[in-house]
């Protein structure tokens, strides 16, 4: 039997890390996809196959209170921080400070992003380089992806090393090739918060409530902090 997990694409590391353990116990495996999270509400609204729903906490909280999730079928993952990656073994830029991000965004050869209309870090990402004063400036540089996931499997295909990438933490963490720099400084930092829920047309309710308790276990707690997620 198949379990169908739409997921933005923050929560890949986590729900990977415990994919081996939940087929084993279980005898489920997991069909899951990962993308932006209007792209995956999108899906879901249009009548794609869901049994377990991963996206920020307040669009799941819209869709429960739609009826679209189950009564009590949802779960906190923690909250995500939105960063600065570059290839693994290429330097490091200083971001500490608003001055030192704009410094260092002006110098990057090419910055790598999810989807500014779309993806959570892009929206945000976009906002950052108004408040910088260099949105224009640095638009000729951008490459943007479906989701944060392919925008930092592309740099680390790269072969520049003065370029940049900015998503969410989580995805800068489970991407092999990348390097995260630091969470964005403030006034700029963005920590969003993810949730998952058992939408009210699941076809396997009982299997999807039990891989939500495994993913939000206590003793996951270490490995959720690992993939970038936070306890709210």
């Known amino acids: ?11 890949k590391g986590l729900v990977d890390a415990v994919q ?5 116990q279980t005898g489920a495996e997991l069909d899951a ?22 996206l920020t906490a307040a669009l799941l909280n819209r869709l429960a209170q739609r009826g679209e999730i189950a009564t009590g079928a949802i779960w906190p993952l923690g909250r995500v921080a939105t960063g ?12 500490a400070t ?22 959570t870090g892009g929206i945000h990402f976009a906002r950052v380089r108004r408040e910088l004063g260099i949105h224009d400036e640095v638009a000729p540089r951008l490459r943007a992806f479906a989701n944060g996931a392919l925008a930092m ?11 940049l990438g900015c998503t969410q933490v989580s995805e800068i963490r489970y991407t092999e090739g990348v390097t995260l720099v630091a969470p ?6 963005l920590t ?40 709210v």
């Open 33 to 54: 996809s990962f993308s932006a999270v209007g792209a995956i509400q999108d899906r879901f609204l249009a009548g794609e196959p869901c049994d377990v729903l991963i």
């Open 153 to 163: 499997s592309e740099l680390a295909r790269s072969a520049d090393e003065d370029a």
């Open 1 to 11: 039997m198949k379990i169908h997990v739409l997921s933005a694409g923050a929560a």
């Open 98 to 119: 608003a001055e030192a991000l704009r410094v260092a965004l002006l110098r990057a050869s090419t910055i790598y992003l999810p989807d500014p209309q779309r993806a």
């Open 192 to 231: 969003t918060v993810y949730s998952l829920g058992v939408p009210a047309r699941a076809i396997a309710p009982a299997l999807a409530r039990r891989l939500a308790d495994m993913i939000t276990a206590v003793d996951l707690a270490e490995i959720r902090g690992r993939s970038g997620f936070e306890t």
């Open 20 to 24: 081996p353990a939940f087929t084993a």
């Open 84 to 95: 600065i990656a570059v290839r693994a073994g290429a330097p490091a830029p200083r971001i």
């Open 184 to 189: 964005l400084p403030t006034p700029f930092e």
